[in-house]
Protein backbone atom coordinates (compact mmCIF):
# COMPACT_ATOMS: atom_id res chain seq x y z
CA UNK A 1 0.00 0.00 0.00
CA UNK A 2 1.14 3.53 -0.86
CA UNK A 3 2.31 5.56 2.07
CA UNK A 4 2.30 8.76 0.21
CA UNK A 5 -0.67 9.55 -2.06
CA UNK A 6 -1.01 12.71 -4.17
CA UNK A 7 -4.45 11.89 -6.20
CA UNK A 8 -3.88 14.90 -8.76
CA UNK A 9 -1.51 14.20 -11.75
CA UNK A 10 -1.69 18.34 -12.38
CA UNK A 11 -3.37 21.46 -11.43
CA UNK A 12 -4.10 24.35 -13.04
CA UNK A 13 -4.26 28.08 -11.29
CA UNK A 14 -4.59 31.55 -12.19
CA UNK A 15 -1.88 34.31 -11.14
CA UNK A 16 -2.24 35.55 -8.06
CA UNK A 17 -4.63 32.91 -6.96
CA UNK A 18 -4.51 30.26 -3.95
CA UNK A 19 -4.12 26.55 -4.56
CA UNK A 20 -4.63 23.58 -2.58
CA UNK A 21 -2.15 20.83 -3.43
CA UNK A 22 -3.49 17.44 -2.01
CA UNK A 23 -1.69 15.31 0.29
CA UNK A 24 -2.59 11.99 2.42
CA UNK A 25 -0.67 9.37 4.10
CA UNK A 26 -0.41 6.55 6.20
CA UNK A 27 1.69 5.19 8.77
CA UNK A 28 0.88 3.45 12.03
CA UNK A 29 4.57 5.30 13.66
CA UNK A 30 3.17 7.93 16.22
CA UNK A 31 6.32 9.93 15.23
CA UNK A 32 6.92 10.90 12.00
CA UNK A 33 7.37 14.14 9.91
CA UNK A 34 6.15 15.65 6.79
CA UNK A 35 7.72 17.77 3.98
CA UNK A 36 6.81 19.52 0.84
CA UNK A 37 9.28 20.00 -2.26
CA UNK A 38 9.52 21.93 -5.64
CA UNK A 39 11.02 20.32 -8.50
CA UNK A 40 11.37 23.06 -11.32
CA UNK A 41 11.94 21.80 -14.94
CA UNK A 42 16.03 22.26 -13.82
CA UNK A 43 15.52 19.25 -11.70
CA UNK A 44 16.29 21.13 -8.61
CA UNK A 45 14.50 19.55 -5.31
CA UNK A 46 13.94 22.82 -3.25
CA UNK A 47 12.57 22.03 0.50
CA UNK A 48 9.58 24.35 1.43
CA UNK A 49 7.82 23.31 4.02
CA UNK A 50 7.74 21.04 7.13
CA UNK A 51 5.41 19.83 9.50
CA UNK A 52 5.94 17.45 12.36
CA UNK A 53 3.36 14.85 13.85
CA UNK A 54 3.10 17.16 17.06
CA UNK A 55 2.90 19.94 15.95
CA UNK A 56 -0.32 21.46 17.33
CA UNK A 57 0.01 24.16 14.10
CA UNK A 58 -0.40 23.89 10.85
CA UNK A 59 3.14 25.07 9.65
CA UNK A 60 3.17 28.54 7.93
CA UNK A 61 6.58 29.79 5.43
CA UNK A 62 5.44 32.45 3.35
CA UNK A 63 2.56 32.31 0.60
CA UNK A 64 3.20 28.34 1.78
CA UNK A 65 0.66 27.01 4.64
CA UNK A 66 0.49 23.42 5.41
CA UNK A 67 -3.02 22.09 6.16
CA UNK A 68 -2.21 19.56 8.59
CA UNK A 69 -5.16 16.93 9.93
CA UNK A 70 -4.47 14.70 11.58
CA UNK A 71 -7.47 12.50 12.65
CA UNK A 72 -7.76 12.17 8.24
CA UNK A 73 -4.04 11.60 7.62
CA UNK A 74 -4.11 14.32 5.23
CA UNK A 75 -1.12 17.51 4.85
CA UNK A 76 -2.27 19.69 1.72
CA UNK A 77 -0.40 22.10 0.47
CA UNK A 78 -1.49 25.72 0.59
CA UNK A 79 0.41 28.16 -1.78
CA UNK A 80 -1.39 31.54 -1.69
CA UNK A 81 -0.81 34.17 -4.48
CA UNK A 82 0.42 31.78 -7.14
CA UNK A 83 3.12 33.62 -9.51
CA UNK A 84 4.17 32.08 -12.63
CA UNK A 85 7.55 30.46 -11.11
CA UNK A 86 5.16 28.22 -9.04
CA UNK A 87 4.97 26.24 -12.02
CA UNK A 88 6.68 22.79 -11.33
CA UNK A 89 6.31 19.54 -10.06
CA UNK A 90 5.42 19.16 -6.02
CA UNK A 91 6.20 16.32 -3.81
CA UNK A 92 4.57 15.81 -0.54
CA UNK A 93 6.85 13.01 1.39
CA UNK A 94 7.10 11.68 4.94
CA UNK A 95 9.43 10.55 7.40
CA UNK A 96 8.28 7.82 10.30
CA UNK A 97 10.06 7.72 13.56
CA UNK A 98 12.69 5.44 14.55
CA UNK A 99 11.31 1.74 14.94
CA UNK A 100 13.64 -0.05 17.61
CA UNK A 101 17.12 0.12 16.91
CA UNK A 102 17.06 3.20 14.71
CA UNK A 103 17.26 2.07 11.25
CA UNK A 104 15.08 4.92 9.73
CA UNK A 105 18.15 6.96 8.77
CA UNK A 106 15.66 9.64 7.98
CA UNK A 107 14.10 7.36 4.51
CA UNK A 108 12.00 9.93 3.12
CA UNK A 109 8.79 8.25 1.32
CA UNK A 110 7.58 10.40 -1.59
CA UNK A 111 3.93 10.58 -2.94
CA UNK A 112 4.03 10.32 -7.29
CA UNK A 113 4.16 14.00 -7.27
CA UNK A 114 1.34 16.83 -8.59
CA UNK A 115 2.91 19.21 -11.37
CA UNK A 116 1.35 22.87 -10.90
CA UNK A 117 0.89 25.21 -14.05
CA UNK A 118 0.84 28.64 -13.34
CA UNK A 119 -1.34 30.59 -16.19
CA UNK A 120 -0.82 34.69 -16.43
CA UNK B 1 22.06 28.55 -5.77
CA UNK B 2 22.28 25.68 -4.02
CA UNK B 3 24.11 24.34 -1.02
CA UNK B 4 24.79 20.73 -1.92
CA UNK B 5 26.91 20.89 -5.40
CA UNK B 6 26.82 18.16 -7.83
CA UNK B 7 29.01 17.71 -10.53
CA UNK B 8 28.64 17.09 -13.63
CA UNK B 9 25.52 18.54 -14.19
CA UNK B 10 25.22 16.25 -17.66
CA UNK B 11 27.11 13.08 -18.38
CA UNK B 12 26.66 10.54 -21.71
CA UNK B 13 28.55 7.48 -21.65
CA UNK B 14 28.67 4.39 -23.11
CA UNK B 15 28.04 1.05 -21.40
CA UNK B 16 31.50 -0.33 -21.35
CA UNK B 17 32.31 3.38 -19.54
CA UNK B 18 33.55 3.79 -15.92
CA UNK B 19 32.74 7.42 -14.58
CA UNK B 20 31.81 8.83 -11.09
CA UNK B 21 29.13 11.37 -10.15
CA UNK B 22 30.47 13.59 -6.95
CA UNK B 23 28.52 15.45 -4.50
CA UNK B 24 29.69 18.03 -2.22
CA UNK B 25 28.43 19.92 1.06
CA UNK B 26 29.35 22.43 3.60
CA UNK B 27 26.64 22.44 6.12
CA UNK B 28 28.31 20.35 8.52
CA UNK B 29 25.41 17.30 7.38
CA UNK B 30 26.06 14.22 8.54
CA UNK B 31 23.67 12.15 6.89
CA UNK B 32 24.09 11.88 2.64
CA UNK B 33 21.71 10.01 0.36
CA UNK B 34 22.06 9.24 -3.07
CA UNK B 35 18.65 8.96 -5.35
CA UNK B 36 17.24 8.06 -8.72
CA UNK B 37 14.51 10.02 -10.49
CA UNK B 38 13.03 9.23 -13.70
CA UNK B 39 11.13 12.01 -15.54
CA UNK B 40 7.82 12.36 -13.99
CA UNK B 41 8.40 10.02 -11.41
CA UNK B 42 9.52 10.60 -7.38
CA UNK B 43 13.05 10.01 -6.23
CA UNK B 44 13.86 6.39 -5.51
CA UNK B 45 16.56 6.32 -2.74
CA UNK B 46 19.25 4.48 -3.43
CA UNK B 47 22.04 4.78 -0.41
CA UNK B 48 22.14 6.54 2.49
CA UNK B 49 25.60 7.26 4.58
CA UNK B 50 25.09 8.11 8.36
CA UNK B 51 28.52 9.65 9.74
CA UNK B 52 30.26 8.53 7.04
CA UNK B 53 29.39 4.59 7.03
CA UNK B 54 26.81 3.11 4.41
CA UNK B 55 23.86 2.50 6.34
CA UNK B 56 21.20 1.84 3.83
CA UNK B 57 21.73 0.43 0.29
CA UNK B 58 18.57 -0.25 -1.39
CA UNK B 59 19.37 -3.53 -3.39
CA UNK B 60 20.72 -1.35 -5.90
CA UNK B 61 23.01 -3.04 -8.53
CA UNK B 62 26.54 -3.46 -8.10
CA UNK B 63 27.25 -1.50 -11.07
CA UNK B 64 26.67 1.57 -8.62
CA UNK B 65 29.75 2.00 -6.05
CA UNK B 66 29.16 4.49 -3.48
CA UNK B 67 31.51 6.44 -1.64
CA UNK B 68 32.03 8.66 1.10
CA UNK B 69 35.30 9.91 1.63
CA UNK B 70 34.92 12.16 4.30
CA UNK B 71 31.59 14.42 6.08
CA UNK B 72 31.68 16.53 2.89
CA UNK B 73 32.07 14.76 -0.22
CA UNK B 74 29.97 11.68 -1.57
CA UNK B 75 30.46 9.54 -5.08
CA UNK B 76 28.73 7.54 -6.83
CA UNK B 77 30.76 5.43 -9.05
CA UNK B 78 29.58 3.72 -12.04
CA UNK B 79 30.52 0.88 -14.11
CA UNK B 80 29.16 -1.92 -17.02
CA UNK B 81 25.50 0.84 -16.56
CA UNK B 82 22.69 0.19 -18.28
CA UNK B 83 20.28 2.13 -20.75
CA UNK B 84 17.50 1.53 -18.46
CA UNK B 85 20.15 3.53 -15.79
CA UNK B 86 19.71 6.86 -17.73
CA UNK B 87 18.15 9.34 -15.20
CA UNK B 88 18.40 12.17 -13.00
CA UNK B 89 20.98 11.40 -10.22
CA UNK B 90 19.97 13.79 -7.05
CA UNK B 91 22.49 13.72 -4.32
CA UNK B 92 21.13 14.91 -0.71
CA UNK B 93 22.33 15.74 2.46
CA UNK B 94 20.55 16.13 6.35
CA UNK B 95 21.94 17.15 9.58
CA UNK B 96 20.62 14.20 11.02
CA UNK B 97 19.67 10.85 9.95
CA UNK B 98 17.28 8.75 12.25
CA UNK B 99 14.15 9.06 13.66
CA UNK B 100 11.55 12.04 12.45
CA UNK B 101 13.87 14.59 12.68
CA UNK B 102 12.63 18.17 11.08
CA UNK B 103 15.44 18.21 9.76
CA UNK B 104 15.13 18.68 6.07
CA UNK B 105 16.94 16.67 2.87
CA UNK B 106 18.64 19.26 1.34
CA UNK B 107 18.87 18.20 -2.55
CA UNK B 108 21.69 19.64 -5.40
CA UNK B 109 20.72 20.22 -8.86
CA UNK B 110 21.37 16.53 -9.89
CA UNK B 111 23.49 15.02 -12.71
CA UNK B 112 21.34 14.10 -15.85
CA UNK B 113 22.64 10.46 -17.19
CA UNK B 114 22.53 9.34 -20.61
CA UNK B 115 23.77 5.93 -20.93
CA UNK B 116 24.22 5.08 -24.81
Known amino acids: AQKITQTQPGMFVQEKEAVTLDCTYDTSDPSYGLFWYKQPSSGEMIFLIY??????QNATEGRYSLNFQKARKSANLVISASQLGDSAMYFC?????????????????FGQGTILTVHP | DTEVTQTPKHLVMGMTNKKSLKCEQH?????MYWYKQKAKKPPELMFV???????INESVPSRFSPECPNSSLLNLHLHALQPEDSALYLCASSQGSGGASNQPQHFGDGTRLSIL
Open chain 1, 51 to 56: QGSYDQ
Open chain 1, 93 to 109: AMREGSRAGGTSYGKLT
Open chain 2, 27 to 31: MGHRA
Open chain 2, 49 to 55: YSYEKLS
